[in-house]
């Protein structure tokens, strides 16, 4: 049998518990070991003297069942709830979470994973994750409420209500206060919980603030079933094993489900594929009219389909291709976007401003100094790589790498000028001159 010492509130009460551990340890049968999920039952609102934790085995029985699997929750027995704890199953709040805490990694899950429920109701938030040292506070929390069901077990004889995985907690027999409600119950809000703790730090944060609600509670009068979500949240940093994702909301696994019965099931989440995220390279992004930008595919997550928006009124899809070339015709600034999608959804990233593409150059009149060609010109795309060749030969084309020889390059300058003096003209008078750019 397992033990772990109760964290104890109340450094007065100190001998006093240790002196009940040492004689009551071996008659506690409620057990429990690290990363084991605890299902905790109380009541807030009512006279009850009593709290329920179930002891629902490991986590990862949960999170790793096949997809789409209902299991039912078999280490309690319905009429412990009611009426054995509680007059009925009315107003009646409920919470499962776990924790691993104090080693360095537990069956691949790091040390500080968190396991809570959150309810399913209308505009509920995930649970998020966050850096190692606010879990490990929550964590501690989730530990001394399961020592506690250890603790209160041993000063109880063994039957129907004090089991190896279930234990009703007498709470007026509980000089320490060690009681599930004591851990779970928001200071400020005896209806809801949270784990908050004046000795162990905050509770679970939703992303603007404030706290997430960890409980359920059952309506009155109880006529449909309620829901609650299973989140995994590894301490931010750390790659969860089911997403890969370091950072965000936590992993829902599934759900339990509290039938009006007094039963509960788990239900596996479907198989879910995070969407991916879009990023893309492109260039140039400086042009003149007629010339070509590639934009290279860099997203992340396995898109099935890119669909690019090039600015100027055209678009297009690719299913196998990530990657596209594209004219532009007119001059102008333009946005890029690239939306990604496969089956776990959409994301679209946008540049603004992300090519600018100018008329062709406007070149000045040549001048001559002495022997030496002089000529300039504007409206060019700032920034951009421009070559000069030089032929003797205008008739022959560009790609004509023997007639064509290239003499100079350089950038346009911010304002789109350039300035090129050349000095074949005092040697070869029928020489003749071409710029290109890029």
């Not at 070991?33 to 029985?61: E, K, W």
């Not at 995070?274 to 390279?281: K, L, S």
């Not at 008739?395 to 090129?420: E, Q, R």
């Given at each position: 049998m397992k033990y772990k010492m109760p964290r104890l509130r109340k450094s007065s009460l100190l001998f006093l518990a240790l002196l009940t551990v040492s004689t009551a340890v071996e008659a506690a049968p409620f057990t429990y070991n690290v990363g084991d999920l605890t299902l905790g039952f109380r009541m807030t609102n009512s006279t009850s003297t009593y709290d329920v934790v179930v002891n629902?085995?490991?986590?990862?029985?949960?999170?790793?069942?096949?997809?789409?699997?209902?299991?039912n929750i078999s280490t309690y027995v319905a009429s412990v709830i009611s009426p054995d704890a509680f007059a009925g199953l009315t107003n009646v709040s409920w919470s499962v979470e776990g924790e691993v805490n104090g080693g360095s990694i537990f069956n691949g899950w790091p040390n500080n994973t968190?396991?809570?429920?959150?309810?399913?109701?209308?505009?509920?938030?995930?649970?998020?994750r966050a850096?190692?040292?606010t879990q490990q506070a929550i964590g501690r929390t989730i530990d001394s409420l399961q020592n506690g069901a250890v603790h209160l077990s041993s000063t109880e004889s063994a039957g129907p209500d004090n089991t190896v995985s279930c234990v009703v907690e007498n709470l007026g027999n509980d000089a320490t206060k060690e009681d599930y409600g004591l851990w779970i119950e928001d200071p400020n809000?005896?209806?809801?919980?949270?784990?908050?703790?004046?000795?162990?730090?905050?509770?679970?944060?939703?992303?603007?603030?404030?706290?997430?609600?960890?409980?359920?509670?059952?309506?009155?009068?109880?006529?449909?079933?309620?829901?609650?979500?299973?989140?995994?949240?590894?301490?931010?940093?750390?790659?969860?094993?089911?997403?890969?994702?370091?950072?965000?909301?936590?992993?829902?696994?599934g759900y339990f489900t509290f039938n009006t019965s007094g039963t509960m099931t788990f239900t596996r989440a479907a198989m879910t594929v995070p969407a991916p995220t879009p990023a893309f390279t492109g260039g140039p992004t400086n042009i003149f009219v007629t010339q070509?930008?590639?934009?290279?595919?860099?997203?992340?997550?396995?898109?099935?389909?890119?669909?690019?928006?090039?600015?100027?009124?055209?678009?297009?899809?690719?299913?196998?291709?990530?990657?596209?070339?594209?004219?532009?015709?007119?001059?102008?600034?333009?946005?890029?976007?690239?939306?990604?999608?496969?089956?776990?959804?959409?994301?679209?990233?946008?540049?603004?401003?992300?090519?600018?593409?100018?008329?062709?150059?406007?070149?000045?009149?040549?001048?001559?100094?002495?022997?030496?060609?002089?000529?300039?010109?504007?409206s060019c795309p700032a920034g951009a790589q421009y070559r000069i060749f030089a032929s003797t030969n205008v008739a022959a084309p560009i790609t004509d790498t023997v007639h064509w020889k290239p003499i100079y390059t350089n950038w346009f300058l911010s304002d789109g000028s350039f300035n090129y003096t050349n000095h074949i003209v005092a040697t070869n008078p029928a020489v003749f001159l071409r710029l290109v750019s890029p």
């Amino acid at each position: 049998m397992k033990y772990k010492m109760p964290r104890l509130r109340k450094s007065s009460l100190l001998f006093l518990a240790l002196l009940t551990v040492s004689t009551a340890v071996e008659a506690a049968p409620f057990t429990y070991n690290v990363g084991d999920l605890t299902l905790g039952f109380r009541m807030t609102n009512s006279t009850s003297t009593y709290d329920v934790v179930v002891n629902l085995g490991p986590a990862t029985n949960y999170v790793t069942l096949p997809y789409n699997t209902v299991t039912n929750i078999s280490t309690y027995v319905a009429s412990v709830i009611s009426p054995d704890a509680f007059a009925g199953l009315t107003n009646v709040s409920w919470s499962v979470e776990g924790e691993v805490n104090g080693g360095s990694i537990f069956n691949g899950w790091p040390n500080n994973t968190l396991w809570v429920t959150v309810p399913r109701v209308s505009g509920a938030t995930p649970a998020q994750r966050a850096k190692n040292s606010t879990q490990q506070a929550i964590g501690r929390t989730i530990d001394s409420l399961q020592n506690g069901a250890v603790h209160l077990s041993s000063t109880e004889s063994a039957g129907p209500d004090n089991t190896v995985s279930c234990v009703v907690e007498n709470l007026g027999n509980d000089a320490t206060k060690e009681d599930y409600g004591l851990w779970i119950e928001d200071p400020n809000n005896t209806q809801i919980g949270d784990l908050i703790s004046q000795y162990y730090g905050p509770g679970i944060l939703n992303p603007s603030g404030g706290y997430i609600n960890l409980e359920n509670i059952t309506p009155s009068p109880f006529t449909t079933a309620v829901v609650s979500d299973l989140y995994e949240l590894q301490p931010t940093g750390a790659p969860d094993p089911h997403t890969g994702q370091s950072s965000g909301s936590g992993y829902n696994a599934g759900y339990f489900t509290f039938n009006t019965s007094g039963t509960m099931t788990f239900t596996r989440a479907a198989m879910t594929v995070p969407a991916p995220t879009p990023a893309f390279t492109g260039g140039p992004t400086n042009i003149f009219v007629t010339q070509s930008v590639t934009l290279t595919d860099a997203s992340t997550g396995s898109p099935a389909s890119w669909t690019w928006n090039f600015g100027d009124g055209t678009s297009v899809t690719n299913l196998s291709n990530a990657s596209v070339m594209h004219t532009y015709d007119a001059a102008g600034t333009y946005a890029v976007s690239l939306t990604v999608t496969n089956s776990g959804g959409s994301n679209t990233s946008s540049q603004s401003s992300y090519v600018t593409v100018d008329s062709f150059p406007q070149l000045s009149n040549p001048t001559l100094n002495n022997t030496n060609l002089i000529f300039s010109g504007s409206s060019c795309p700032a920034g951009a790589q421009y070559r000069i060749f030089a032929s003797t030969n205008v008739a022959a084309p560009i790609t004509d790498t023997v007639h064509w020889k290239p003499i100079y390059t350089n950038w346009f300058l911010s304002d789109g000028s350039f300035n090129y003096t050349n000095h074949i003209v005092a040697t070869n008078p029928a020489v003749f001159l071409r710029l290109v750019s890029p």
